[in-house]
Antibody, heavy 117, light 106 residues
Framework: QVQLQESGPGLVKPSGTLSLTCTVS????????WSWIRQPPGKGLEWIGY???????IYNPSLKSRVTISLDTSKNQFSLKLSSLTAADTAVYYC???????????WGRGTLVTVSS | SYDLTQPPSVSVSPGQTANIICSGD??????VCWYQQRPGQSPVLVIY???MRPSGIPERFSGSNSGNTGTLTISGTQPMDEADYYC?????????FGGGTKLTVL
């Protein structure tokens, strides 16, 4: 059974950079695509981007200038960096696997990140 | 950019059938997934490739997709099905979610 767990600071300052890590167990990140998805309080899901271990990375065009997703195969982890933060970036951030047949089949429990001074 | 539109809310009586629609240009040419999200929980995949159910998802969940509309159907709706439901597809290389529909079972 594949499991994902997000970790990182729960509070970051405006104009700063958010850094989150997703640790994957029960499967290798050298297969499939690995995504970050966020959900502002009381709102819907927003896809941030995904990365494939062989190098392919695709970002949401609306966030592309501020986002970096990377993989660490030695630790079976992938990470998210989002810069130039504003209050609008306050959200629950989920990591998820885009598995076979183009479906998000495994999700982390999510971590709330609040942008505030 | 590609947009998916869902009604904000749908209500259904217990035991009845709930239909949740998702609209997008030529959506029928794409694969659609549906996710259930209960309050305070992570989304759960309930339908993929328009009409396929992952293991462990009850048979009362089904899906269809044609023209500009994808539909999630819940037959014999149970109180435990009360949740937010999101449709999702791919537009080229990017992922798109619908705005979500709150299903109320009353």
């Amino acid at each position: 059974q594949v499991q994902l767990q997000e970790s990182g600071p729960g509070l970051v300052k405006p104009s700063g950079t958010l850094s989150l890590t997703c640790t994957v167990s029960g499967g290798s990140i050298t297969s499939y695509y690995w995504s970050w998805i966020r959900q502002p309080p009381g709102k819907g899901l927003e896809w941030i981007g995904y990365k494939y271990y062989s190098g392919g990375t695709i970002y949401n065009p609306s966030l592309k200038s501020r986002v970096t997703i990377s993989l660490d195969t030695s630790k079976n982890q992938f990470s998210l960096k989002l810069s130039s933060l504003t209050a609008a970036d306050t959200a629950v951030y989920y990591c998820a696997r885009d598995g076979p047949l183009q479906r998000f089949d495994y999700w982390g429990r999510g971590t709330l990140v609040t942008v505030s001074s | 950019s590609y947009d998916l539109t869902q009604p904000p809310s749908v209500s259904v009586s217990p035991g009845q059938t709930a239909n949740i629609i998702c609209s997008g240009d030529n959506l029928g040419d794409k694969n659609v997934c549906w996710y259930q999200q209960r309050p305070g929980q992570s989304p759960v995949l309930v339908i993929y490739q328009d009409n396929m159910r992952p293991s462990g998802i009850p048979e009362r969940f089904s899906g269809s997709n044609s023209g500009n509309t994808g539909t999630l159907t819940i037959s014999g709706t149970q109180p435990m099905d009360e949740a937010d439901y999101y449709c999702q597809t791919w537009a080229g290389s990017t992922v798109v979610f619908g705005g979500g529909t709150k299903l109320t079972v009353l």
